[in-house]
């Protein structure tokens, strides 16, 4: 193990931190990292290694958000707190689409549009939906103002558009839920912070599946890059969340939107004409 794969492995961690929670896709940010920034090893766990450290992502949201998802207290004595194991069946609800599919049909998708070129499009694609539909936004209110005004209906529509994160690279989880969210009238706090809690099963989950898949043969080096890029993107996550929660009180989506477009274009322009 050198140094310098464990700096590109706190590289990783950075890029994960930040752009799992900004709408403008992890995944496809790290499959683009691995075109410059290489790991030494396989192709196979460099697969495994892109999504388990969102791991560390996730335990961000565990620590900030304790109090609003934990169901229980024990102070003086047990009490079931019904509000937040109701959040949870919606949240649980809004996995569903996107765990049948993943399940059904995740190799798939791997195989045919893991690439830079699918990350080009949708990243692109997605911007243009977010500036549209803030454009919209302007001139209507919004419908859902509290995460316990979002219903079950409104759960599975925002799982169908996560769906899409599911089969696209560069569509972003966080950017599909979001844009699904603002377009049924939810409120871009309410959503934010819906987002940040349906991570929590859904990266748990696809972990645990590629960790299954790959089997638990991992080498000493391997273990050590998947936790320093787990431990690293958990302290980034800690800052990008408490920005992000911070900036959509004051701004809207769009400059994330303009982002993605600005960023697609160049993808595009440098597997066109320089790779």
């Known amino acids: 193990m050198s140094f310098i794969e464990i700096l590109k492995a706190v590289f990783f961690g950075i890029v994960e931190g930040i752009t799992e929670w900004l709408p403008v896709s992890s995944t496809g940010h790290l499959i683009l990292l691995d075109e410059f920034i290489q790991l030494k090893e396989s192709d196979d766990f460099k697969n495994v290694f892109n999504v388990v450290i969102q791991l560390g992502a996730i335990m961000a949201v565990v620590l900030l958000y304790w109090k609003q998802i934990f169901p229980f207290s024990f102070k003086e004595k047990p009490v079931v707190k019904k509000d937040i194991f109701s959040l949870w069946f919606k949240i649980l609800t809004a996995c569903i689409p996107a765990a049948v599919i993943g399940l059904l049909f995740d190799e798939v998708f791997e195989k045919y549009f893991y690439n830079p070129a699918t990350v080009a499009i949708f990243l692109i694609l ?92 991992f080498s000493s080096s391997q273990l050590i890059l998947l936790i320093v890029s787990m431990v690293v993107s958990f302290v980034v996550s800690v800052v990008v969340i408490k920005f992000l929660m911070g900036y959509i009180k004051k701004h ?23 790779k």
Request: glycine share 10%; no cysteine; charged share 15%.
């Open 126 to 217: 997605v911007g243009v939906a977010f500036i549209i539909l803030e454009t919209k936004n302007k001139t209507r209110s919004t419908r859902v103002n509290s995460l316990s005004e979002i219903t079950y209906k409104d759960a599975f529509i925002i799982g169908l558009f996560q769906l899409i994160a599911a089969i696209f690279p560069g569509t972003s989880r966080s950017g599909s839920t979001i844009m699904g969210g603002l377009a049924i009238g939810v409120s871009r706090s309410v959503i934010a912070e819906f987002t940040f809690f349906l991570a929590i099963p859904v990266m748990f989950g696809a972990s645990l599946l590629k960790i299954v898949k790959y089997g638990l043969a």
């Open 252 to 274: 809207d989506f769009k400059a994330f939107g303009w982002y993605r477009i600005v960023l697609g274009i160049l993808v595009l322009a440098y597997f066109a004409f320089v």
